[in-house]
């Protein structure tokens, strides 16, 4: 769905074709330093104002607004539970000022690829992962935080717009660009609701390898609202794990840990 930020890929082959598609679809989002500056800490619900003495408001449970970076970052999985992915890190996205839409072919499509062409896109960490088996695989999880539960539903039903009308798309780029399809999956039982589809591209690579003219990757996503939290698992595999899906032990843990923030 936010596929802001990008994929990291270290393959030869396909290193080529993850950077003219993420160009092509989603260029102009920038990942900020999670070490950077977050919202000041609430202070105690109990604590009293020093000249009047009475008490301030309390903090807003985050069932009841939307969770901010930190929390994101604190609610993303621990170094210590991403098995069995090799090693990840986790930044918080935001899009770059400069930024400029490419054209997709198909209106309903942008609705799944890009869905906050037009608006302003909530607070959002997307934490990667590569396989510890060299270069197998790479995946990513993109929490996006939405101001409750109704928002975040709503927001789900544009994907689900977008998933009955979106099958195939073209995107402008060097040759004749690329082309993508979409597949539906089965959506396992994760968070409030979910869906999954697995989007399949053809990248003109014949400026920069005239050998090949051609790449094509795979991108499977499982999308996952959990409240007022969407959670994308988006997994890349190499040729020789072609229909792997993104490890269902990191999603489950993921889910638990946005569940435990209600």
């Known amino acids: 769905m936010n596929i802001a930020g990008g994929r990291p890929d270290g393959r030869p082959a396909r290193a080529a074709a993850g950077l003219l598609l993420a160009a092509a679809l989603t260029a102009g989002c920038t990942a900020a330093d999670p070490?950077?500056?977050?919202?000041?800490?609430?202070?105690?619900?109990?604590?009293?104002?020093?000249?009047?003495?009475?008490?301030?408001?309390?903090?807003?449970?985050?069932?009841?607004?939307?969770?901010?970076?930190?929390?994101?970052?604190?609610?993303?999985?621990?170094?210590?539970?991403?098995?069995?992915?090799?090693?990840?890190e986790k930044k918080v996205s935001a899009r770059d000022p400069a930024w400029a839409p490419k054209p997709i072919s198909v209106p309903d499509c942008v609705l799944i690829v890009d869905p906050y062409r037009d608006r302003s896109q909530p607070t959002t960490v997307i934490q990667t992962f590569r396989s510890e088996e060299s270069l197998e695989w790479t995946g990513a999880t993109t929490l996006t935080a939405?101001?409750?539960?109704?928002?975040?539903?709503?927001?789900?039903?544009?994907?689900?717009?977008?998933?009955?009308?979106?099958?195939?798309?073209?995107t402008p780029g060097a040759g004749t660009g690329t082309r993508t399809t979409l597949a539906e999956g089965r959506a396992p039982a994760q968070g409030d609701e979910a869906v999954a589809y697995t989007l399949t591209s053809w990248t003109d690579v014949s400026d920069i390898n005239p050998d090949?003219?051609?790449?094509?990757?795979?991108?499977?996503?499982?999308?996952?609202?959990?409240?007022?939290?969407?959670?994308?698992?988006?997994?890349?595999?190499?040729?020789?794990?072609?229909?792997?899906?993104?490890?269902?032990?990191?999603?489950?843990?993921?889910?638990?840990?946005?569940r435990d923030l209600r």
Request: glycine residues 8%; charged residues 20%.
């Open 35 to 88: 070490a950077g500056p977050t919202a000041p800490k609430h202070a105690p619900a109990t604590a009293t104002a020093a000249a009047g003495g009475s008490p301030s408001a309390p903090v807003p449970p985050p069932a009841t607004r939307p969770l901010d970076a930190a929390e994101l970052l604190t609610a993303a999985l621990p170094d210590g539970e991403i098995g069995p992915a090799g090693s990840s």
């Open 146 to 170: 939405h101001p409750g539960p109704a928002a975040a539903a709503a927001e789900f039903d544009r994907l689900r717009k977008g998933l009955q009308g979106c099958r195939e798309f073209r």
């Open 212 to 258: 090949a003219k051609e790449i094509r990757t795979i991108r499977r996503s499982t999308v996952v609202r959990i409240g007022s939290v969407i959670a994308e698992f988006e997994l890349e595999p190499s040729p020789s794990v072609e229909t792997m899906e993104f490890p269902t032990e990191l999603m489950t843990r993921q889910v638990q840990r946005l």
